[in-house]
Every structure is written in C-alpha cells, then in structure tokens.
C-alpha cells in the first residue's frame, strides 16, 4: 500500500511564480512597480526582455513574436510545454478545428469579455482540473485566461467589454496554441470513446522540446 506522505502533492499554480534563474519571470506588475509608475519588467528581478510596444499592437501577423516572448513568464512557458492531458485532447478531437473555434471564441468571451466575471481571476480552469479542455490550457499559454493578464499582456483595460475585433484577435492566438501542440487535429468532428476524466488527467502527449520561434 502507497504512503500517502509520499506521494506527489498537486502543485499550486500561480501567475506569478517566477524562475528568474532558468529566464523565466512574471511581468505582472507587482504593487512596488505600480508605485514607482513601471511596468514591463519582472516583478522579481527586473529583467526588461519584452517589446511591450510591439506586443501590445496585437498584430497577427505577428504572432510568432509574441509566442517566442510568451515563452519568457513562467506560467506561460508551462502551458507551452507541459504535457496536454488525454481529457484536454480528446475535447479537441471531438469538435475538430471548425468546431473547437467556435468553443474558444464562446470560452474567452465568457470568461474575459466583460470587466467582471464572478470567479475572476479562478475563472479558467487550471491543468490540475481533470474537467480542464485544450481550451483552457490555450487561455493560460495565450493570456486570455483572467482580465488581469489580458491587460498585461493585451493592453486591454480591465474595465472594458472586449471588442468584436479584440475577442476574435484572442481566439486567433489560442486556436494557434491548439495546432501547435495537437498537429493532426482534423477539421471536422471526429469521434472518441469517453473516458472518466480522472482516468484522463494524467495521461497525454509528451511534452515538446523549448520551442524556437523567428523573431
């Protein structure tokens, strides 16, 4: 019979952790910054690596720019590379990319398209959800997770309804994250066996190498 001491604890997972020392930071700005009036830099060891003004024209043309810089803040860097669990897959499976879409576009507006949301800042689901989609792992690796790193990372105040033109902009990004790390997801729906999601939790793709993006 396991210990329960010794097994592994569900990591807490936060938008701000930082691993300043393997280059990877959080750019959220902390109460100090906001005091002295800055911002763009981490909040733990001040690194500026970021062109927020390039950033912030939310170009998708662009897009591999922003990806590559993504890939600098812990949190996203994780989303980026941690394995997609077998549930997260699956969902995208079933829809397809013409369906899965539209799910993103209806997931971010609900969870970031008003300026209040009930469970703001825990309105998207973390991995450790066994009930957590390819969509919600695409809102954490593309900041379209909370309103707080919408702005940060956006420039979409918090205090605003998101635009017709901004959601979709977002629903760009995270539809890029899904083919990017489910690659033969099909257009069209096709079908899967269900299983439990806690049976699915830990069990999906392997985790890609640190990607490199052109500038």
């Known amino acids: 019979m396991s210990n329960p001491d010794n097994e592994l604890k569900p990591l807490k997972l936060s938008c701000t952790e930082t691993d300043c ?11 100090k910054l906001a005091k002295a009036n800055q911002s763009g830099k981490c909040r733990e060891c001040g690194a500026d690596l970021i062109d927020w003004p390039r950033v912030h024209r939310r170009d998708s043309l662009d897009a591999p720019y922003l990806v590559k810089a993504f890939q600098f803040e812990w949190i996203r860097h994780r989303y980026w590379h941690i394995p997609l669990t077998e549930y997260a897959i699956n969902y995208a499976r ?25 469970r703001q800042g825990r309105q998207t689901s973390w991995e450790t959800n066994p009930k957590a989609t390819a969509v919600h792992f695409a809102q954490h690796a593309t900041a379209s997770c909370c309103r707080k790193c919408v702005e940060e990372w956006h420039a979409i105040p918090v205090d605003v309804d998101l635009t017709t033109e901004q959601l979709d902009y977002l629903t760009e990004l995270a539809m890029r994250y899904v083919v ?15 299983r439990s999601a806690s049976r699915a939790l830990n069990s999906g793709s392997p985790a890609p190498n640190r990607l490199q993006y052109a500038s």
């Open 94 to 118: 079933r829809k397809g990319r013409r369906l899965l879409r539209e799910a993103v576009r209806r997931q971010i507006e609900s969870a970031v398209g008003k300026p209040n949301h009930p």
């Open 21 to 31: 020392g393997n280059d990877l930071h959080c750019f959220q700005r902390s109460k």
């Open 180 to 194: 990017e790390r489910i690659p033969d997801l099909g257009t069209e729906p096709v079908s899967v066996p269900r």
